[in-house]
């Protein structure tokens, strides 16, 4: 008996639209353990870039702080990364063996009104196969494996409730079975934007404890967060075993013969 049940109407949808939406599938404490725990690694960040003096840096830290491999700094972090929900999820999406390949705390603040248009903490359409393609991360990784299009999911999961006013994700549907878009690398902003038509965008709005599974090329942005709310999610990627060449924090089994490791 699976803790979470994929339903065939999720199935067609993920293999169709290129994601799908669970119900609530972690309570409240569980969620607020997360939730401090980034709110620790978002301060020692904010602390970190306040040393170097740097007001550009010192901006980012408060409002798009950027904080991965998380299961490496903290139990619980390693703990919710290694959670059943996961395990499930794996097992009908990926099969009986499995990877931990990706975890980033997603933090979005409210946006200062400081006028400063180039500083909003949105985040440009983009697909994360692109960042891994033009990035440190593809060093420990085997490339033709990486661009492969069905052998790894992403779990994005709302540890508060994701609105468009708090810069919740938006995503294309369908778009994932196009492979990837050209992106451009925008300097003021830091960050990569694809290029293509985003007129068919729809935002994702998720209550606490649900989670948004979607396929790695599907494009997705997010909003500026002008609520009076911090929006915080946690981004967890999962891949067939034999993804990475070499030892790597960012690896760590998950599932072998369907068991948790």
């Not at 649900?210 to 997010?222: A, D, G």
């Not at 929006?231 to 060449?245: H, S």
Request: with cysteine; aromatic share 10%; proline share 6%.
């Amino acid at each position: 008996m699976h803790t979470v049940q994929v339903t065939e109407p999720q199935r067609r949808q993920f293999t169709e639209a290129g994601y799908f939406i669970t119900d609530v599938v972690f309570d409240e404490p569980t969620l607020a353990g997360v939730r401090r725990e980034f709110q620790r690694f978002w301060d020692e960040e904010i602390a970190a870039a306040d040393q170097t003096g740097d007001k550009l840096k010192m901006h980012w830290a408060r409002v798009r702080p950027h904080m991965a491999a998380l299961d490496h700094r903290s139990d619980l972090c390693r703990a919710f990364c290694h959670h059943v929900v996961f395990a499930d999820l794996c097992r009908q999406l990926l099969g009986d063996d499995a990877d931990l390949s990706w975890n980033q705390a997603i933090v979005k603040a409210p946006m200062p009104d400081e006028g400063a248009g180039n500083r909003q903490n949105a985040l440009g359409w983009h697909q994360d196969p692109w960042y891994g393609l033009h990035g440190p991360y593809l060093k420990s990784v085997h490339e033709d494996q990486y661009r492969a299009a069905d052998n790894a999911i992403t779990c994005w999961v709302a540890l508060s409730r994701t609105t468009v006013d708090n810069g919740t994700l938006w995503v294309l549907p369908g778009r994932h079975k196009e492979g990837l878009f050209p992106h451009l690398w925008n300097t003021e902003r830091i960050e990569f934007q694809a290029q293509l038509d985003t007129a068919w965008k729809i935002p994702v709005v998720l209550r606490p404890g649900q989670v948004l599974i979607f396929k790695k090329y599907l494009p997705h942005s997010s909003g500026v967060n002008v609520s009076t709310e911090t929006r915080m999610a946690y981004q967890i990627g999962y891949n067939l075993p034999g993804l990475n060449r070499e030892p790597s924090v960012n690896f760590s089994p998950m599932l072998r013969a369907g068991q948790l490791v």
